[in-house]
């Protein structure tokens, strides 16, 4: 569904990727892992538009996306939900969740794509009047994750969807995360909880450096002992 392939992305001079290629087949749930600044946002950046390609080509349902506006990008159903959240926090809940209808061209209706988005996530239901700076660290993320949903992805792509956050609501939006992709959403997943991302996704790619040096199926890769001992904190 989207091959990345062999794509370098600079910031200014500076060389970011180095030749990254992916692959997301369709219904899966692939993830990246890698130390921080080893190019994992940068990878998804790319995806969506938001940094340019140097080299190397990205295509998503056989159309490239090479040059192509973020905004187009979205309207594709390519749905970045970014690290941090990035919420609104001056608006309502309600008003972010509107937000994120923006690029929709197909024809929509606000109330059924509400329902559909508070579905995954109830807590935000009894909160639609409230400012979104006012919710708590998981309830923004799942607002994040909601307003993507609003997007209607094909592939969604979540950046640290787990950072900060306590493992209880760690849990629930793994959860979550599972069930979208068996209703049929195909998912990008970066993440720092590598344990979580590999017992959660079908593929695995490890970078380090802007360089893919390990992929593999998730199962495969949580046996591995180079794994284990970088990023399972050796057990
Ligand atoms: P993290 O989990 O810390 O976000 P990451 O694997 O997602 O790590 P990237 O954010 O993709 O890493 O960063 C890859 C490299 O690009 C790093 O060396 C980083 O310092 C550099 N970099 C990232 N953003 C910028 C920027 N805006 N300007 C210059 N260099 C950047």
């Given amino acids: 569904m989207l091959n990345i392939t062999g794509i370098d992305v600079y910031y200014g001079r500076v060389r970011a990727l180095d030749g990254v290629s992916i692959h997301v087949p369709e219904g899966k749930i692939v993830t990246l892992l890698g130390a921080n600044g080893a190019g994992k946002s940068t990878t998804l950046k790319a995806v969506s538009g938001i940094l340019p390609v140097a080299q190397g080509e990205i295509s998503f349902i056989g159309k490239p996306l090479n040059g192509v506006p973020a905004e187009e990008i979205v309207s594709l159903g ?18 972010n969740l509107r937000i994120g209808l923006y690029a929709r061209k197909d024809k929509w209706n606000f109330k059924t794509e509400l329902e559909h988005a508070l579905n995954y996530f109830p807590a935000l239901a009894t909160r639609l009047a409230q400012k979104g700076g006012t919710l708590s660290g998981g309830e923004q993320q799942m607002l994040a994750i909601a307003r993507g949903l609003m997007g209607k992805p094909r592939l969604l792509i979540l950046d640290e969807p787990s950072l900060g956050l306590a493992p209880k609501i760690v849990a629930d939006i793994f959860t979550i995360i599972r069930r979208l992709n068996k209703e049929g959403t195909t998912v990008l997943l970066v993440e720092q909880n590598a344990n979580m991302a590999l017992k959660t996704a079908d593929y695995a790619y490890v970078l380090e450096i802007g360089r893919v040096v390990m992929a593999g199926e998730a199962s495969v890769l949580l046996k591995d002992d180079r794994i284990r001992r970088s990023y399972l904190g050796g057990h």
């Fill in 78 to 95: 390519v749905i970045h939900v970014p690290e941090g959240r990035q919420i609104f926090a001056h608006l309502t809940v309600e008003e």
